[in-house]
């Protein structure tokens, strides 16, 4: 019998309250089933092994960054939508660096990490087709758009930027050159 209150999501909860407290080096199944209370074999009814729980991690964080941002580009097009989205996926990243580094250690994607994925990709995707890129060109800029804000964030989550100077105009003068760098749409 599986101890009250214990559930897929509640030992999901648990590891994401370890990778947030320790990084996921720190995701072990001893470390989960402490946090949760119960023995490690208990965790079992709920997850098959470490590998499915790091999968589903990935798809909670996968699933947070993408509700938090389509709220960011709701009602907005084009550059303020592009802004709005840059920002949203920054400050996931620095109020959640040890989920985010998470994602990566979902191993082999399953079919439910691959469908939050497409999820994601999906927010990016409408953001990009208001300059009206489509096929390869949507996909160029969605890579380039993620890769921007991926760097930039994960430096600054780990104290990459040692100078003085404000970051937050680093940051803006980034998302200028973002924005400034896709076609403009046809009129």
Request: glycine letters at 10%; zero cysteines.
């Amino acid at each position: 019998m599986p101890r009250a209150g214990l559930s897929p999501d509640a030992v999901v909860d648990a590891a994401v309250a370890i990778v947030d407290a320790e990084g996921p080096g720190a995701l072990t199944l001893a470390a989960v089933a402490g946090k949760a209370g119960v023995a490690t074999p208990s965790l079992y009814k709920h997850v098959r092994n470490l590998a499915e729980l790091r999968q589903l991690v990935t798809v909670r964080v996968v699933d947070e960054l993408t509700d938090r941002l389509g709220r960011a580009a709701q009602g907005r097009s084009r550059d303020d939508a592009v802004r709005a989205v840059m920002r949203a996926y920054r400050s996931y990243v620095v109020e959640h660096p040890g989920r985010y580094a998470a994602m990566d250690q979902a191993g082999e994607p399953s079919e439910r990490v691959q469908a939050a994925a497409q999820r994601l990709l999906d927010v990016i995707f409408a953001v990009l087709r208001g300059y009206d890129l489509e096929g390869a060109q949507l996909v160029h800029a969605a890579r380039a758009l993620r890769s921007t804000v991926h760097g930039f964030a994960v430096l600054e989550a780990a104290g990459g930027f040692g100078m003085p100077e404000d970051l937050e105009v680093s940051y803006e003068l980034l998302i200028t050159m973002v924005t400034g760098g896709l076609p403009r749409p046809r009129v």
